[in-house]
Structures are given as C-alpha cells and as structure tokens.
C-alpha cells in the first residue's frame, strides 16, 4: 500500500475511533450525572467547589512535612461540607475534615492522609495521586460534587518557558515526497511548554517538535499538536497523547536540572514513527 493510501485508510479509521470515543464520552457522563453528581446543584442542593489552590501536590523530597492546600467555597454558607480523600481504589474513601463556613481554607498533611488510609510511607511511590473530593450532607442524604483534585506526589517542577527544539527522527512511511527528509536529522524548530492542569503536567505545544507536520503535510496534517508532558522528580513522559489519526504516542525521557535542557524519545505507537528531541530553554 503507497503512502498517501495508508494515510487515507488511516483518516478513515480515525473517523471511526473518533465517534466511538464520542459515544463512550456520552455514557461516561450520563452514568456520573444519574451518579448524584452534578456541576453545580442536585435539585435545592447546591454543590461545593475547589478555588484558589495554593499547593496542589505532596512534595516527594520532603514528604514528612508535605501538604496540600486550597479553598473550599459554597454559594449556600450553612452548608455541611466533608473533605474525603482515597488512594488508587476511589471506593476507598476516607473522611479528613468537615466545614460550615465558606470560604474556608483547607490544609491536609500528607502523615495525617498516610494515618487516615492506614498506609505507611514505603507503600507510596513517586507519581502515585491522592484524589480529594467534596461532599455536602443535607436531610440525612450525601451529594458528591465533581469539584475534584488530584494531588500527586512529585518533586517540586517548574519547567514552563520557550525551548528551542532540535529533532532526529525516522518516518515508517516509505512514500513520502521526494523532497522531504527521511530519516530527519537536525531539525529544528522553536515550542513552548505551558503549565498543566495538574502540577507536574504542562502541555507541549507540539509532540514531535514541528516534524510531524513536516513529513504529513502532503496528507492534511497542519500546524502544532499538542500534548501533556507529565514530569516525576526529572522522568518524563507524554499523557493521553495521539496523533491527528489518532495513534497514541508514547514518550520517554529526562530532565537536566543543571543545564534545563530536556531529552525525550518519542514513538507513534500505532504507525512506527520515531523521533528524538533535545528541548533547549530560552536564556
């Protein structure tokens, strides 16, 4: 099969894998919703909600005195609010303070979460997450809002900026234009890294720094493609990151702290394409 075929069959599958997610997403929310959850209220119930978070992870290089910290505000000011908190089995939750004044500010120490779930400290690991959640108690009945964070436990990461951007990679697709580059050595582009929704996750604003497009153009493929760049004390890795066919691609690499240069190996894996990258910060 010649290239521009394969990239045709490929545009045609991803239609069909694009409309699967599409219903899959719709079920997904309706079960939450018909769940006791919603976005804002359930009948005269209004739902908490997460603001103004000051720490968002537990710091893995300290961990003894790590904490997260955030306000919690409510629209109804007698509300009964429970802070719960579970860890990896989200049926496993485990009450960690209460509220009844709103804003209020809420510290949750990472011994006192350990204590809690009845874990040790050797039994976490760097990159595991803490999912904290909020529930409002009225009439005898429970209402969980989707106001959710994640607290991971990471080492404190500040990677945003301007990288200059140099890319080796090799296309699995033997028909392209004569006139482009396979294998790409030394290409060079200019991304930005911009913080995430989560700490330690940012989003890459291209996942192959410019080369994808450089060698698909001819198939449609236009512009940045971005991506989640998630760092745990210096490894990196891409999170749910796909191509405009929608392969996944999967990431690899470190972090230098000294020289702030970042190095990943990327790879489509549903095609076989593979690049190198070497991320450069803007002085």
């Not at 908490?48 to 961990?63: A, G, H, K, Q």
């Amino acid at each position: 099969m010649c290239g521009g075929q394969a990239r045709e069959k490929r545009s045609r599958m991803m239609r069909i894998k694009v409309l699967s997610i599409v219903l899959l997403m719709t079920c997904f929310w309706s079960c939450r919703t018909n769940d006791n959850v919603e976005l804002t209220r359930r009948g005269d119930v209004v739902l908490p909600y997460i603001e103004s978070v000051t720490t968002s992870f537990f710091d893995y290089v300290n961990l003894n005195h790590a904490k997260v910290e955030f306000i919690v505000n409510s629209p109804v000011k007698s509300s009964l609010v429970d802070v719960q908190v579970s860890y990896k089995d989200e049926l496993n939750r485990k009450f960690i303070m209460s509220m009844d004044d709103f804003p209020s500010l809420v510290s949750i120490d990472f011994t006192d979460v350990l204590e809690e779930l009845n874990l040790n400290k050797e039994e976490v690991h760097v990159g595991d997450d803490f999912v904290i959640e909020l529930v409002v108690r009225k009439d005898g009945q429970a209402y969980r809002s989707n106001s959710v964070m994640k607290a991971s436990v990471v080492c404190p990461s500040h990677l945003a900026g301007t990288y200059q951007c140099t890319v080796n990679g090799t296309s699995a697709d033997v028909e392209l234009p004569a006139d482009i580059s396979n294998p790409l050595v030394g290409y060079k582009s200019t991304v930005t890294i911009k913080e995430g929704a989560n700490y330690g996750e940012y989003i890459l604003s291209d996942f192959s720094g410019g080369a994808f497009t450089y060698w698909y153009s001819a198939y449609g493929a236009s512009g940045d493609y971005p991506c989640t760049l998630k760092d745990v004390c210096g490894e990196m890795s891409y999170v749910d990151c796909h191509t405009t066919y929608n392969d996944p691609v999967s990431a690899s690499g470190n972090y230098d702290p000294d020289s702030g240069i970042i190095t990943l190996h990327v790879v489509d894996e549903g095609f076989g394409d593979t690049w190198d990258l070497i991320l450069t910060p803007d002085e």
